[in-house]
C-alpha cells in the first residue's frame, strides 16, 4: 500500500474540459451513505460537475438507496431518489442524462472504469466490498459492472472529523491488487477539496438585481404557498431597501442552538441603529422555547407555515423558516443575503466558498477541523491581501462565538479568493490518477 500526498492545489478553474475523457462509465455510489439530502447530494453535485465543467461524453451512473421506511424515532427514512426529486434543479432533465437506479437494477454491462463512493453513516469509508461475492474472496457479484481494472476511489466527509475516533483519517484509491491512500476531501492545505456546485459558481457573480430576477423567475418550483408568498415578498422590487436579509442553515441541534443567538446578537447593533428590519431566512426547525429572556422582545419567530406580515416593525428581527427547497433556490437565497450566511455540512459548505461571499459555520466536534482549515486559509489570504485584524475574530470563532459576524464585511476580498486557492475534488482525481501513473511510470490500464 502506497500513501500519495497531493501538495500543489487546484483552483476553481484549474481543469480544462476532457480531463474524464479516458474514462467511458463513471459508477457514483450513494447507497445509504449520509442522513438528510446529504444521502445523495454528493453525488447529484459530482455528476453535474462531470457533465458541466468538465464535458464529460460518457455514461453517467448514481445508485442510491432504495427504501421509504420508518426509524425507530417514528421518522420516514426517504429513498434515494425521492430525495434527489427535491433538491436537483429539473430532474426529469438530470436524469436524461445520467442514469439513477437502485442497486438490484444494475447490470453487468456496460463495464465501469471509474467509481466513486462517498461517505458512510459516521464518516467512514465505503470500500466496494458491498458489491462483492463475499468479503473474504473480493469476487464481484454477477451484476456487478465492475472488473480487476476497474479504478476505485473511496472518500470520507470533509475532514473525516464525524469519526471523531480516527486521527488520521485516508481516502483510498484502488485498481486491480494495488493499493494508494491520500487524504479525505476539505479545506485543509492538502485534503482533496470540496464538490463543484455548478448553480453557486453560475451565482457568484450576480448583482442583487440579477440575484433577484433569479430567485422570481423559480418562485413557482417551491411547493409551500407559505414559503413561496415569503420569498417573493423579499425578493419584490424595492424589498430590499426596506428590509435587511439573511441566511442561516444548521441552526437546529442543541450543540448549536446557543450559537446561533450569538450571531443574532451580533446583528442586534444594527437593528439599533437602523429603521429596517431583518429577516433572516432558515431552511432549519427554530423552536421559540430556545429563544434567549434578552433577545424576546427584539426577535419574532415564523414557523413554515406561515407567512411574512405585511408590515415589518422596524429594527425587529424575524427568523423565517421556510419549508425545503431545491438547490439552487438555497444557494440564491444564501448569495442573496446582505449578512453573512450560517452555514453547516459538505454540500452548503462548498457551495458557500464558491459564492465567494463572507459566511460563518456552526462548531460541532465532527466538523472543528473544518472550521480551523477555512480560518486558516483566509487568515493567510487576509495577509496577503494586507486586512489586518483577522487573528482577532479567528479566535472567536474558534470558540463558536457568532457575535463578531458583522466584522467580517472587512474580510470580503479574502472570501473572494477563498474558492481560487480551494481545489475541487473532481479535479484532485484527476491529480491523483496522474501522480499514481507517475509513480508506477505506466497507464492505469483501461477496463476490459
Partial sequence: ????????????????????????????DAQSVRGGNGDVAPAYLFAADLLQRHGFKGKLTIVVTEYDERTRE?????????????????????????????????KGEPKADLFVSFAGVNGELRLPFAWSRDFESKEFRPNSPFTDKTVFFSYSVFGNTENTE????????????????????????HENGIYFDPSAARLRDMTRT?????????????????????????TSEGAQLRVRTGFAYGITIDEVKGQFWTYVRGIRSLADTSPRPT???????????????DLADRVELLRKDNRLPDHLEAG??????????????????????????????????????????????TKVKWNAKNIEALLERLERLAVDLKIHGF??????????????VLDLGRFRPAFRELSASVPMLSDRITEVLAR?????????????
Fill in 436 to 448: 499514481i501513473e507517475g509513480a508506477r511510470n505506466q497507464p492505469i490500464p483501461d477496463p476490459a
Fill in 316 to 361: 425587529k428581527i424575524y427568523v423565517l423558516q421556510i419549508a425545503s427547497v431545491k438547490n439552487d433556490m438555497f444557494n440564491a437565497l444564501m448569495a442573496y443575503s446582505e449578512l453573512p450566511a450560517i452555514v453547516s455540512g459538505d454540500n452548503a459548505l462548498s457551495a458557500a466558498v464558491t459564492l465567494g461571499k463572507p459566511f460563518v459555520m
Fill in 210 to 234: 440579477q440575484l433577484r430576477a433569479f430567485i422570481q423567475q423559480r418562485l413557482g418550483e417551491i411547493e409551500s404557498a407559505a414559503t413561496r408568498e415569503s420569498i417573493a415578498a423579499l
Fill in 391 to 404: 487573528a482577532l475574530l479567528k479566535e472567536k470563532l474558534m470558540k463558536a462565538d457568532l457575535s463578531v
Fill in 279 to 293: 429577516v433572516i431566512i432558515t431552511p432549519s426547525a427554530v423552536n421559540g422555547r430556545d429563544l434567549p429572556i
Fill in 74 to 106: 417514528g421518522a420516514t427514512k426517504k429513498s434515494g431518489i425521492s430525495i434527489l426529486k427535491k433538491i436537483v434543479p429539473d430532474f426529469e432533465r438530470f436524469t436524461s442524462r445520467v442514469d439513477v437506479t437502485y442497486a438490484d437494477n444494475v
Fill in 1 to 28: 500500500m502506497t500513501f500519495l500526498a497531493l501538495i500543489a492545489p487546484s483552483s476553481l478553474r484549474a481543469q480544462e474540459p476532457g480531463a474524464f475523457d479516458r474514462f467511458s462509465h463513471v459508477f457514483l
Fill in 166 to 189: 480516527s486521527t488520521f483519517s485516508l481516502s483510498t484509491i484502488n485498481f486491480g491488487k494495488s493499493m494508494y491512500v491520500t487524504l479525505p476531501p476539505g479545506l485543509g492545505e
